[in-house]
Each structure stands twice: as C-alpha cells, then as structure tokens.
C-alpha cells in the first residue's frame, strides 16, 4: 500500500479539503459495512429494510434490525481512521467532514462540523407528529416503539432509500466538494446516491480527487489517485507523511 508524493503536497499546500466517509471507515471498530460479506442481517439486503414502505409493512422486523444496530454502534469505540479525520482538520486550513454513517463515531473521535447524510441511529421520530423522540427501545414483547404523545409509530432519524436528504447539510456538502483543492472518498462503495455525487462533483472543477478502500469501487476509474488498503492504516499513514515531508509511504 501507497501514496504518493502528490497527494502528500496537495494536502500540504490545500487551502481546502473535503472527506467523504462511508461504513469502511467504522468497519474496524467493529460496525458491520452495508455491502461486505458481513454486511447482511438475517440474509436481508439493506435496500429490503432501509426503506419507508418495509417498515410501514413490517415496523417490528425493521427496528429489530435498529435495535441490533444501536447496540453494536453503541459498544464501539472510534478508531484510528476516526482519529486521523480528527488530526487532519488541524492541518488544515478549511476542513470539510462529510459522512454517511449515522454511528456517531466520528463526533465522538473530536471531529467537528461533521456533515451527516443519512441522518443518526441515535436520534428517533414520531412519523406521524414528528415529535423527537431519542429514548427509545424494543418493549419486552418486540414490538416497535409508539410515540407518548399520539401513538404513532417511532422511526430512527436515518434517511431511507427514495426520501430526500436533509437539504441544508446536503447543501453544505456540495458547496464544500465544489470548492475543495482536495477531496479524499474513504470507505464507500460509492453506489448510493446523491452521496456518490460529490468526488464527481470535486472532479469536476478541479479538486485532486482520492479514494481510500479496501476494494476498487465504481469510482476508482474517474479518481486521480485510488489507494487500497485499511483506512485505519492509511489515513494514521497520511497524517504522518504530512508531520515529516519526504516519507510519503508505508
Ligand atoms: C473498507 C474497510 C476498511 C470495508 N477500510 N475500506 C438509480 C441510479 C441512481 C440513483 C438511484 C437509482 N435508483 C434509486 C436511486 C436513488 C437511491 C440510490 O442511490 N440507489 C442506489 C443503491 C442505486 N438513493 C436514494 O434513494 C437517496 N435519496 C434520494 O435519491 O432522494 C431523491 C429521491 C427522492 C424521492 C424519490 C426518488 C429519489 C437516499 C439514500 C439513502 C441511503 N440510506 C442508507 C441507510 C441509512 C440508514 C442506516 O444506516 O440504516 O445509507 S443505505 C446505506 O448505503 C447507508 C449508507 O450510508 C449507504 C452507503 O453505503 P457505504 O457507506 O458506501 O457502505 P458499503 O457497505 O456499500 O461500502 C463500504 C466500503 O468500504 C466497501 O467498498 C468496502 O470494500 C470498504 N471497506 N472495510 C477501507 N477497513
Ligand atoms: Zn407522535
């Protein structure tokens, strides 16, 4: 595994850097990925469960996959990818944070101004009078959580496949990925849309554009630079060749 000099010289001289993060990022934490082989839960594909329609037809089915969800996030701690996001926005002058995951971790490594996509597993809502409602849990009988004021079915604050993004966060994403020098994609397989707009949108005016993953993505032929490997070893790696200039691989 390596990066080149290049990378190591942009980010130096960036006067701005945006980093796209998806659940490879949270994978050596413990937190199981979307598409790898432990990506499945009882042999359901997240497109089955992660949609408004699934729930509604089957709302116990679908927060036993939350409530598993909850608890692993939950019992994880951040690790050195996570901190390495932390170390690199001190480097830098503008510093853009974007993530898919609704685990939390990033904002409990130290990062700040993190831009969350798809929402996070902590927070819930009532779908039918919107009050928040974030304690919330399986009763003893399995059954989904009902909201205390109208009775209405609780739903985590996550986005689901065919609903909108949170339109100002998403805004803000696309600003940051249009104005970057440079933007790193770490961790996604870059299949899930609009999040997977963004490297193309910083492809397109001009940012040094990088993927960081375990396996080549949809993405890695557009990209300037594709690095393969752990992002818990090349992010940790990067910050470091930026301390010493001149060692610019592991
Ligand atoms: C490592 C590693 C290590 C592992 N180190 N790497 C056709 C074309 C284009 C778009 C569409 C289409 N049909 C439908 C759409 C739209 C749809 C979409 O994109 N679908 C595609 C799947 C085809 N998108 C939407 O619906 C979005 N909304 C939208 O478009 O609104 C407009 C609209 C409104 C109304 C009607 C129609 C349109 C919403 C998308 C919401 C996604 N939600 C989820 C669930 C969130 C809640 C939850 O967590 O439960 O978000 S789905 C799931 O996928 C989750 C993730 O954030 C997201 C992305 O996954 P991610 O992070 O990339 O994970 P993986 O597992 O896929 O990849 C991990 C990678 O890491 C792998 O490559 C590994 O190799 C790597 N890795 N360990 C480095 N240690
Ligand atoms: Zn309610």
New binding site residues.
Partial sequence: MSFSKRLIENLGSARSVCVLT???VS??SGVP????DD?LWKKFK??EL?NFDSFIRNPDLVWEWYSYRKKVMKEVVPNPAHTALVELQKLVPEFTLVT???DNLHIRAGSTGVLEL??N?ERSYCIDCKEREDDVSLDASGKVPRCRRCGGLIRPD????????PPDTFARAEWAAGHCDVFIS??????????ASLPLAALNTGAYVVE????Y?DLSSRVHETILG???VILPAIVQALHTPGNHSV
């Fill in positions: 998806g659940a490879g994978a050596e990925t979307f598409r790898g990506g997240p497109e992660a898919q995951n609704v798809h929402g597993i996550v986005v689901w496949f065919g609903e909108f993004l770490v961790g996604t397989s870059a299949v899930v849309y609009p999040a960081i993953n375990q396996e993505t752990k992002a818990g």
